[in-house]
């Protein structure tokens, strides 16, 4: 018993990808003390593909996030980034190779305007020192206009966000600011984009919303997504690929009907006790919001 | 051509004065500091040359702590590095002054980094703590390293010539000392519009995310040390240009407490603050002082009663200041200015 998946609206199968994947894992350990938050996890990611990992509370996926963008420092295993292994690079080193990422708990700098909150997105990528910035005319200034047209353009146009691009993050909704982090992580010309919880706590136009930029990051700029998300309307519509992780291990991956059909995925993503019931109601649950997507 | 158009309005949009009301302003306020001079009495210009000096290193200071978020209550001893550089460089090789300047906030800026070399681990008042004793160390090479920073007695050194003629008086010196510190000031309000400046920030509010976009901790926190001692440097050497004499006891403690006081009582983080706090806290004690003296001729015996009265005044108004503005000076103004609606510097 699969949960109902219109099947026209799962995405065409991608041809099997000829080179490396955008992102792989490997048997990654990580421990807080005594506590084993990440047991042996590995994965990855296809070029070009929407990988979700979903899972209970506490599995583990923020960690994943973190051991992956370079924060934390894994006990054992090894990260892939198109091809190349980033185990020794540090996180600022890694997102100028184009990882990217936007946070669970939305991390954005308050006391900036929505501009230039997406503007450090690109830091890595621009050359002005601090002479050049001193004096602004000449190099600092080209490359700030630079920019600043490209962010208007290619950013600002396709995330709607022109009516706020001068307004303090301080001032703005939630919903809308998950989306200038999205923003942020764009400018960083990223090649993977690791989302965490992207659609938490919004409404469902907003969610509506989301799911649409993302399919668009995808498939208009070519960026390889990997998202953390308990909506699982949004992660049967969007994914290519679901991995599941329950206390720090995964349990299952492969396309999202598969993975959705898994009685043992049911039992762990949702607590233990009847799993006919429980699959009753994740049923219901992705038929509301497969309504509104 | 519309790419053309856009991005005209984009470098329109981007301008560090964006009104013409505020280019205008800002015409105004150069040409006051044009024709200050030519009106001001040599006491005046005494306190003009002192208040740019204090603005070019409250500026640096507020670089570092009110942009980076890193504290330092070394500021003062990075104008010592600057003074004496230029010092030694002045009676030793006779070098021009403006290259003086330079190699005087170059070995500031130097120190600067290896004081905030502890920074991406030490936060907070533990970095203050650190930098002040960077300080004690300082301190004690400017009064034991006799040979070059001439010991306790210190050094004297001629004054700044240009063409031949000394700039020895504060009229002569106000043409070299305002010029830089408009200079200086227009610098750090540029780096605000740039890529590093926007790293600045984010380090000071997050730095963990900072990481996250690339932007790395240690090398954006040295970058802000050895911008901010440069500043103190290039005013500290402009000090010795100022007072000719430089002993251990011409940068004590006291005045970084003085230059950290400046930008919080201006405003941490903002231009604006940098200029007014220095500003006010040269200004005050010296508008207390021509009170007292205003009353003489009524108490005879003011000054001996009220000098002390003074400095409780004194701390009494930055007490104030911090509890009814505590975001500084620059927030004062600019509520000022949305009540006038017409004020040059942008909100
Ligand atoms: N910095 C930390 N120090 C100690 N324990 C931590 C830390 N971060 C996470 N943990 C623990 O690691 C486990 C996994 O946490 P994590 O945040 O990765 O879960 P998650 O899957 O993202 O959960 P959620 O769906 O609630 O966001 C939890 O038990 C958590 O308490
Ligand atoms: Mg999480």
């Known amino acids: ?293 | 051509m519309r790419i053309g158009t856009a991005k005209t309005s984009y470098l329109a949009d981007e301008a560090l004065f964006d009104t013409a009301v505020q280019r205008r302003w800002m015409v105004a306020l150069l040409a006051a500091l044009v024709l200050f001079p030519l009106f001001a009495g040599p006491y005046w210009l005494y306190l003009g040359c002192l208040v740019a000096i204090n603005v070019a290193s409250a500026t640096g200071l507020n670089i570092l702590t009110g942009f980076t978020g890193l504290v330092s209550l070394g500021q003062a001893a990075f104008m010592g590095v600057g003074a004496y550089t230029v010092a030694w460089l002045e009676i030793n090789l006779g070098t021009p002054f403006l290259l003086n300047l330079i190699i005087g906030g170059c070995s500031a800026s130097l120190i600067g980094m290896v004081v905030g070399a502890p920074s991406l681990r030490v936060k907070g008042l533990y970095l203050a703590i650190a930098t002040i004793a960077a300080s004690v160390i300082l301190h004690f090479l400017f009064a034991n390293w006799t040979a070059v920073t001439g010991g306790a007695s210190g050094l004297t050194m001629p004054p700044a010539t240009f063409f031949g003629t000394p700039l020895d008086q504060p009229g002569k010196l106000y043409w070299v000392i305002m010029p830089i510190t408009v200079l200086m000031v227009l610098g750090a309000a540029n780096l605000f519009r740039t890529r590093v400046g926007r790293a600045f920030i984010a380090v000071r509010d997050r730095d963990i995310s900072a990481e996250v976009l690339g932007i790395p901790l240690l090398r954006t926190k040295l970058t802000s040390f050895a911008l901010s001692s440069f500043y103190a440097g290039v005013a500290g050497g402009m000090w010795a240009y100022f007072f000719r004499v430089i002993t251990p006891e011409s940068f004590p403690l006291v005045m970084s407490i003085f230059f950290l006081a400046a930008i919080i009582v201006g405003g941490m983080g903002t231009i604006l603050g940098g200029i007014l706090g220095a500003t006010f806290m040269t200004m005050v004690p010296e508008a207390l002082k021509l009170i007292v003296g205003g009353l003489s001729p009524w108490l005879p015996d003011a000054v001996a009663l009220l000098s002390p009265v003074r400095t409780i005044v004194f701390g009494a108004l930055i007490v104030g200041f911090l509890i009814f503005e505590p975001r500084g000076l620059a927030e004062a103004w600019r509520r000022l200015r949305r009540f006038f609606h017409l004020w040059p510097f942008k909100t």
């Open chain 1, 1 to 293: 018993m699969a949960i109902d998946v219109d099947p026209s609206r799962l995405l065409p199968e991608l041809p099997l990808p000829s080179g490396p994947p955008a992102l792989a894992v490997d048997g990654l350990m990580l421990f807080f003390g005594g506590l084993r938050v990440l047991n042996g996890v590995s994965f990855e990611a296809r070029e070009g593909s929407v990988t979700s990992i979903i899972g209970p509370n506490g599995a583990g996926k923020t960690s994943l996030f973190n051991t992956v963008s370079g924060f934390y420092k894994p006990a054992a295993g090894a990260i892939r980034f198109r091809g190349a292994s980033i185990d020794a690079l540090r996180a600022p080193a890694r997102a100028q190779l184009g990882l990217a990422r936007t946070f669970q708990n939305i991390s954005l700098f308050h006391g900036m305007t929505v501009l230039d909150n997406i503007k450090l997105g690109r830091h890595a990528h621009m050359k002005s020192g601090v002479l050049d910035a001193l004096w602004y005319r000449g190099r600092a200034r080209r490359e700030e206009m630079e920019l600043r047209r490209e962010i208007e353009e290619k950013i600002i146009d396709f995330l709607e966000i022109d009516h706020i691009r001068k307004a303090p993050v301080s001032a703005l909704s939630y919903g809308l600011r998950k989306r200038v982090e999205l923003a942020r992580a764009l400018a960083m010309r990223p090649k993977v984009l690791l989302l965490d919880e992207p659609v938490a706590g919004m409404n469902r136009e907003e969610t509506e919303d989301m799911a649409r930029f993302i399919l668009d990051v995808k498939e208009e700029w070519g960026v390889t997504v990997l998202m953390v998300e308990h909506d699982m309307g949004m992660v049967m519509d969007i994914s290519d690929h679901v991995v599941v992780l329950n206390f720090g291990q995964v349990i299952a991956s492969g396309k999202p009907r598969e993975v959705a059909a898994n009685p043992e995925v049911i039992a762990a993503y949702l607590g233990s006790g009847n799993v006919e019931d429980l699959r009753a109601r994740v049923r219901q649950g992705a038929q509301a919001k497969r309504g509104a997507v």
